[in-house]
């Protein structure tokens, strides 16, 4: 699920909590090619990260798609929801409902629950065969997708190799995507859904405080990864964040103490190492989608809708050289929470 995806009207009965399942051999739902479908928003980080695993892993012809428009989102409360387009052609790079020709998302969740009183987000994965919803909480996805098809003649025997969660990383991939995901992944909405001046002064700080600790986490392991030599799903999960971070945030959720581009020569050589270099990341990334969803779905942050035309370049060009020293943010706030930080995640251990 997604900060920015969660929109629904409350109902008098049903679960609002979500479903939870796995794909899994031996499971309620089998790894089989062709019976799943994936439902996305290109705008939403939180789907980009089940998508993402989806190409890495070779599985876009295995599970097929249908995209939602990137706006409109709905009213005040969220309602109708989001919207697919009435053909291919209304807005590019949306598509309609393949499945059943819906005109709204909330309709795909209703034919699972009709009472469901949840949030109408994206990603949610549909199982064909039983007609039933099997996950919609991208951070579940993400954690079992990579692994699900293993074993199987669905992929082949190289993608089977990719281990976004390897056995000897698990516990560092766990206290890292704790923090990322509070601080970082979140922080940026708290900071662009704040309603007051000390509300927003309070969440700016720990974005960039942990952007600071990313900065020279990266460069002390050596690149070109979070962890090093190898891709693990914290690239993932931080990929989606930071590839709209000069795009969007800086600008529409005020998140500008500093740039990825400028102030982060790490960060900014481990996302164009992404971006550029390794398949599946630029081909899931849509700019126009990023931008006109958050430009275009939030009336009380931009009311007139205008999405501005840069940065530019969208994602800067691949630097093939490693940066000889890290960067950051040096306001003094920033700085004290990065050292408390530093101090939570890694006790005395200097970076």
């Not at 740039?259 to 081909?283: C, M, Q």
């Amino acid at each position: 699920m997604s900060i920015e995806t969660q929109s629904a009207p409350i109902h008098q009965a049903g679960t609002n909590d979500g479903w939870h399942g796995v794909i899994e051999s031996g499971g309620e739902f089998e790894p089989e090619a062709g019976r799943y479908h994936l439902y996305i928003g290109l705008f939403c980080p939180f789907a980009h990260r089940a998508n993402l695993v989806r190409h890495i892993k070779g599985l876009q012809s295995a599970i097929d798609v249908s995209i939602v428009r990137p706006y409109p989102k709905g009213d005040s409360k969220g309602w109708p929801g989001w919207k697919f387009p009435a053909n291919e052609q209304e807005y590019e790079g949306a598509t309609v409902d393949k499945l059943f020709g819906s005109e709204y998302l909330h309709e795909v969740y209703f034919k699972d629950d009709k009472d469901y009183k949840g949030r109408y987000s994206v990603p949610l994965l549909w199982d064909k065969k039983t007609n039933k919803i099997v996950n919609n909480e991208s951070a579940e996805i993400l954690r079992w997708l990579p692994t699900a098809y293993n074993g199987t003649s669905i992929i082949s025997a190289e993608a089977a190799e990719i281990d976004l969660y390897p056995e000897s990383h698990r516990k560092e991939i766990d206290s890292l995507s704790e923090w990322i995901q509070r601080d970082l992944n979140s922080g940026v909405y708290k900071a662009g859904f704040a309603t007051t001046q000390a509300d927003y002064d309070k969440a700016v700080i720990p974005v960039f405080g942990a952007l600071n600790v990313l900065e020279k986490l990266i460069y002390d392991k050596g690149g070109p990864y979070v962890l090093g030599e190898h891709l693990t799903e914290l690239d993932i999960r931080l990929y989606a964040t930071l590839v709209r971070f000069d795009t969007v945030y800086v600008q529409h959720f005020k998140c500008n103490l500093g740039t990825i581009r400028h102030d982060y020569p790490v960060l900014n050589a481990w996302l164009s190492h992404l971006y550029w270099k390794v398949p599946g990341f630029k081909e899931t990334t849509d700019f126009k989608h990023i931008k006109e969803n958050y430009t275009k779905s939030h009336d009380d942050i931009n009311p007139r809708a205008i999405t501005p035309r840069g940065p530019f370049p969208d994602v800067e060009n691949y630097i093939p050289e490693k940066p000889t020293n890290y960067g950051g943010v040096s306001l003094p706030e920033v700085l004290e929470y990065e050292k408390k930080l530093e101090s939570e995640v890694f006790g005395k251990q200097k970076l």
